[in-house]
Every structure is written in C-alpha cells, then in structure tokens.
C-alpha cells in the first residue's frame, strides 16, 4: 500500500494516530481523533470479548470515520511455580503492610489474542477500519481472511529485523517504536537482544529498508516533533502520553496529577510491573521490584496479576505508589486539554 492510498483510505487530514493504550484510551478518545482528522485507537489487549465488542459499538455511535483497534499477540504465559512463589513473598510485606492477604499462586489475566479464537471471529465480524498488533502477528490464515475483509494491518517494530518480518508477513503500515515510548515495549521475542533503538534512528532505518509505510511512535509530543518524524519519511506520528491528560481519555487522578508533576520527567523501562519490558513513570512498585536483591521477575501476564491485586490494596488504604502509569520520556510536555483541541494544535505547530 502506498502513502498516498494509505492517508486516503484513513481520511487523515493531520498525520497523527492516538496511540491505542490499554485501559486509558476510550470510545470518546478514540471518535474524538478520529472526527478531528486523525486517527483514533481502541486498546483491546486487556479486554473480555463483550468489553471489546462494546467499545467498538460505542466507538462506532460516537464517529462515522476509521478507527484503529489494537490487540495484544504475545506468547503464552510460562509457568515456573518456583519463580512465581519467590515473587510473591518478596512482595509479601507490601501485602501485609496494606491488610491485605498475598496471592498463593499467579494467573495468565490476559489471554493473548493468538490463542483467542472467539476475539479473532469478533474482530473479523466487527471489521474496523483498521487492526494493529503489538508483541507479534496472527498466523497466515488470519491476516489472509484480515485482507479479504478489506482491514487496513499495522504492527508494532522495534528493529529492522522486526520490520522486515512484519512487510514479509504482508502487514499493511509499520509503526517504528523507538525506546523512548510510553507503555509496552512491541519487541516480539524478549529473549533477544534489544539495540535500544531511538524513534529517530528506527524510523529513518525502516524508511531506507523497508518498502511499507512506517509510523514513527516514541517520544512524540508536538507537532515539531512530529513534523521532525515525517521529514525522516514517517507518513504519521504515533503519540500516546501527549493524549492522557485530555478529559476524554480515562486515566484516574493520580495519574494526572503524576503527569502534570515534577514525577514526569522520571520515567523507567522495566519488566516488574507485568512482566514484558514497559515504559511508566518511577513509582515505589518499580523501585521496589528493581532492587539487586529482588527475584527473578515472572512470565507475562503472570507479574502483571500480582502488580494489579497489590495496586487494589494500596488504593484502598489511599496508596497510589503501585499502579501502572504508562508514560513516555517526552511526558514532561504533557498537555491538557480536550482532544479535538489538541489536534488542532498539533496541525498548526506541524505546519
């Protein structure tokens, strides 16, 4: 697909994608992108077949424009009861210090999507305009079906070897996440080397490379930094952080008031708040899980079940150190405001 069938087929009038973000993105977020000429997304990684399905609907009632939804392809949960049993007690006095009981084991919370065949005919029934998959792809037979209900694929990158699996796989639009990004890193194999790649250096790498168009994702949070991308050859700006403090979208507020704050400007990769390399800002969960005398860090989602039941019991005793706040290393230039506004101010720093 060339750049130009690729904008058409979008209706893009500014060349921005709202990241898709997982438990923050929403149906007003998304319509509200989307109606204002970019495009809009719905994370569906961490949602029940009816949660999606009432997202899309909900989405749907809210635009008549394309919207892109996004979906987690990770490998399945290795279970090492050894592992899992150290990580428990070495969170166990975080348990205790908030009254509450530790788990006595962890569970696979999230199915992934390449296991999930009732999500697959969910998706192919529902037809978005647009599919996206991060930590991986389906099997042939699903993008082939994919292509022949006319869906527009895009997949996460964080290589040129990455890339090129993904163009050799017939995915439509790659998205080039450098490490700056906020939220989960897309690496598909965890087990290998990770360059650490810039959204710069990503982007100009795949552009040269490959021949699908690239979006450019990590770090964005103006339209001189986007604007920067697509004079690298991106044909868009993928931007998450920029989007969580407009009203639309459902971060909690703890997390505004983190983003507006000083906090902003410490953000860490790590692997202990679900068990797969993510971009949040510094919190005592991280510390916490980071320290040289902590264990061995469980499967995905396996870590990311004992994160989200220490996080209910902290919140209960008005503690908000334990939870999930994805944020990029751009967030310090965080906006706040609605989210049409916001493209529209994007459009006209782009230009």
């Not at 973000?21 to 997304?41: D, F, K, R």
Request: net charge negative.
């Amino acid at each position: 697909m060339n750049q130009l069938d690729l904008i058409g087929k979008l209706g893009l009038q500014t060349p921005i994608i709202q990241a898709p973000m997982a438990g923050v993105a929403t149906p007003e977020l998304a319509a509200a992108v989307s109606n204002a000429g970019g495009l809009g997304s719905l994370g569906l990684g961490a949602s029940s077949m009816e949660q999606a399905r009432d997202m899309i609907s909900a989405t749907r009632a809210l635009t008549d424009k394309p919207f892109n939804v996004n979906v987690f392809c990770h490998k399945s949960a290795q279970f090492d009861t050894a592992r899992e049993e150290a990580w428990i007690r070495y969170f166990t006095p975080h348990f205790v210090r908030f009254g509450a009981t530790p788990p006595t084991s962890l569970s696979e919370i999230y199915t992934s999507f390449l296991d999930d065949q009732s999500m697959q005919f969910l998706i192919l029934a529902q037809q978005p305009a647009v599919l996206s998959f991060h930590f991986g792809i389906p099997d042939d037979a699903f993008l082939t079906a994919v292509k022949a209900a006319g869906i527009i694929t895009m997949a996460s990158a964080t290589s040129l070897r990455e890339a090129k699996l993904l163009e050799q796989a017939g995915i439509d639009v790659i998205v080039a996440q450098g490490i700056e990004a906020g939220g989960h890193r897309g690496i598909m194999d965890t087990d290998s080397q990770d360059e650490h790649l810039s959204t710069a250096v990503l982007t100009r790498l795949l552009v040269k490379k490959c021949h699908a168009p690239i979006v450019a994702a990590g770090g964005i949070m103006d339209g001189q930094g986007a604007r920067a991308m697509l004079d690298l050859g991106a044909v868009a700006a993928q931007m998450g952080t920029a989007f969580i403090l407009c009203p639309e979208s459902s971060a909690n507020t703890s997390y505004r008031e983190n983003l507006r704050s000083e906090r902003a400007a410490s953000t860490r990769l790590t692997t202990v708040m679900s068990g797969r390399p993510a971009r949040g800002m510094l919190n005592e969960l991280i510390q916490w899980g980071d320290a040289e005398d902590a264990p061995a860090v469980p499967s995905y989602p396996l870590t990311y079940d004992l994160a989200k039941q220490l996080n209910a019991a902290a919140v209960a005793k008005g503690n908000y150190e334990f939870a999930a706040q994805w944020a990029g290393q751009g967030a310090p230039l965080a906006r706040e405001m609605p989210a049409a506004q916001l493209l529209r101010t994007l459009a006209k720093e782009m230009a």
